[in-house]
């Protein structure tokens, strides 16, 4: 049987990193209320830690690496001039869109002018100036502070909700909750019921076959997630379920995990399996893992982490 442990923390992040600080209102404007997940990033913190940056370097997103590129392209320099990247993930028509927000002292005036110089002409969408950037992005200054970028739909569909033709994240309160519990983090992330039981599933592998995981699945809510590198490295992942009885399913299922994984450990794979707990509370199951940078670092560049972050 095929168990996916330490996958869960490699796929909390990768799918947008997979972005410390509440998010700001003109990032919760343009996020739509039907959002998958949201993800929170303290560009500046990262860059302060050696964890940080090796885990940027391996699970660096392309959306976020077009983006970068993109960026410079205009003569922005992401390292220096980005503070907080902020990605949603939310549903429509079509299926699922994502949009990213980046925060930053970007003086308008100076990036218009260097768009322009470049000879990059806008479209008019209402009043927004949408800007194409190479890689299929494109992007529209929400202030002075504030830049969305995405494919094109994507960055219509959240100017639609910012203009209030469709309803924002603010009414979404499950998910407003959930952030405001895990928010003060380099690293931070809320996931819907839907999010959340595709991400347990990836995580459980061939385990979520069975018999047990298939009664419970259903009664798997929402999760919230956050990381600091303030002192080594510590990750949460809470993840909320109906009932007791629920939570301690999915606790057993991943201990037999860990267990199963030991057998055949290698050594970049033991020093994760000896640093994650795996509790219930309650209906929550609450899986952590911490570790110093040294061994954090040496986790991150083996062939295991490459693995299970694709």
């Known amino acids: 049987?095929?168990?996916?442990?330490?996958?869960?923390?490699?796929?909390?992040?990768?799918?947008?990193?997979?972005?410390?600080?509440?998010?700001?209102?003109?990032?919760?404007?343009?996020?739509?209320?039907?959002?998958?997940?949201?993800?929170?990033?303290?560009?500046?913190?990262?860059?302060?830690?050696?964890?940080?940056?090796a885990l940027k370097a391996r699970v660096l997103p392309e959306q976020l690496k077009k983006f970068e590129t993109a960026l410079k392209a205009v003569g922005i320099n992401p390292d220096k001039d980005v503070?907080?990247?902020?990605?949603?993930?939310?549903?429509?028509?079509?299926?699922?869109?994502?949009?990213?927000?980046?925060?930053?002292?970007?003086?308008?005036?100076?990036?218009?002018?260097?768009?322009?110089?470049?000879?990059?002409?806008?479209?008019?969408?209402?009043?927004?100036?949408?800007?194409?950037?190479?890689?299929?992005?494109?992007?529209?200054?929400?202030?002075?502070?504030?830049?969305?970028?995405?494919?094109s739909a994507a960055l219509k569909s959240a100017l639609d909700v910012r203009d209030g033709l469709g309803s924002s994240?603010?009414?979404?309160?499950?998910?407003?909750?959930?952030?405001?519990?895990?928010?003060?983090?380099?690293?931070?992330?809320v996931l819907d019921q839907k999010g959340t039981q595709e991400m347990m599933k990836s995580a459980l592998g061939d385990a979520s076959n069975l018999a047990d995981y298939n009664v419970i699945k259903d009664r798997i809510k929402a999760s919230a997630y956050k990381m600091d590198f303030s002192s080594g490295v510590k990750f949460l992942l809470n993840v909320g379920t109906s009932d007791s009885f629920t939570a301690?399913?999915?606790?057993?299922?991943?201990?037999?995990?860990?267990?199963?994984?030991?057998?055949?450990?290698?050594?970049?794979?033991?020093?994760?399996?000896?640093?994650?707990?795996?509790?219930?509370?309650?209906s929550s199951l609450k899986i952590k893992f911490e570790t110093d940078d040294r061994k954090f670092i040496s986790l991150v560049n083996s062939d295991l982490f490459t693995a299970i972050s694709k």
């Open 83 to 151: 503070e907080q990247l902020t990605f949603a993930s939310f549903r429509v028509k079509q299926g699922l869109q994502v949009v990213g927000v980046a925060q930053g002292e970007f003086a308008a005036n100076k990036v218009v002018a260097r768009l322009k110089l470049k000879k990059i002409k806008p479209t008019m969408y209402r009043d927004s100036a949408m800007y194409p950037l190479d890689g299929g992005l494109s992007m529209t200054l929400l202030d002075s502070y504030n830049m969305l970028f995405g494919e």
């Open 248 to 282: 301690a399913t999915l606790s057993s299922l991943l201990h037999a995990g860990v267990l199963y994984k030991k057998m055949n450990a290698s050594p970049a794979e033991k020093v994760a399996l000896e640093n994650i707990g795996i509790d219930h509370d309650s």
């Open 1 to 53: 049987m095929k168990y996916r442990i330490p996958a869960v923390i490699a796929i909390c992040l990768a799918p947008a990193f997979s972005f410390s600080s509440s998010l700001a209102s003109a990032t919760r404007a343009v996020i739509p209320a039907d959002v998958q997940q949201v993800i929170n990033v303290d560009y500046r913190g990262m860059e302060d830690s050696q964890s940080g940056q």
């Open 169 to 189: 994240l603010n009414s979404n309160s499950d998910i407003v909750d959930m952030i405001q519990s895990v928010d003060s983090d380099t690293i931070w992330s």
